[in-house]
């Protein structure tokens, strides 16, 4: 079996190391965090494919770098739902999440001020890679708790049996590696 997979999005090429899940099944590391030129490329090529929107809503942490670099270059808001509640949060709204790259239940937690943020808006949520779907599902639900809608769910890599949804925008599908 190889060790690695060769990626090709959005106008770039990456090599992703395999990473054991389990005794049957590797899945590729696609990490973006301190690759700007991937991530501008990848967040461009996103808002190009993406519907009209007012703000981004991301998970922490692998996230970030995108919903960020979508922002910047789009010139809308975004948010972040923390892996827990802050000390700045007045009114911590929290939802719980599987996701195939984090062991057990994992949580979502935004703030009240953040949820009115969203009222009336059309949210853009975005993630790095769509495997499980856990993650868009918690994300679903915070925005849920507004009377904004959700516009779209975007991602760079749409992971496995995620590639044949017809509910999410995603650059390049990521295959999952069967042994």
């Known amino acids: 079996m190889a060790e690695s997979y060769t990626l090709h999005v959005a106008g770039v090429t990456r090599e992703l190391t395999l990473c054991k899940v389990n005794d049957h099944m590797d899945i590729a590391a696609f ?44 010139g809308k808001p975004w948010l972040v739902a923390r892996k827990g509640p802050k000390l700045y949060m007045k009114e911590p709204v929290t939802v ?32 790095d890679v769509i495997s499980t779907g856990g993650s868009l599902h918690a994300l679903q639900t915070l925005a849920a ?22 509910d999410i925008v995603f650059l390049e599908p990521l295959p999952l590696f069967f042994h």
């Open 96 to 127: 719980e999440d599987e996701s195939i790259t984090t062991a057990g239940k994992q949580t979502l937690v935004i703030d009240k001020k953040d949820i009115d943020a969203m009222n009336g808006k059309r949210v853009l949520i975005v993630d």
């Open 145 to 166: 708790r507004s009377t904004g809608t959700v516009a779209a769910m975007a991602a760079v890599l749409a992971e496995g049996d995620a590639a044949k949804r017809g």
């Open 31 to 74: 990490i973006m965090f301190g690759d700007v030129e991937l991530t501008v490329a990848c967040a461009g090529a996103l808002l190009q494919k993406v519907p009209e929107f007012d703000l981004i809503l991301t998970a922490e942490a692998k996230g970030i770098p995108l919903a960020y670099e979508m922002a910047r270059q789009s």
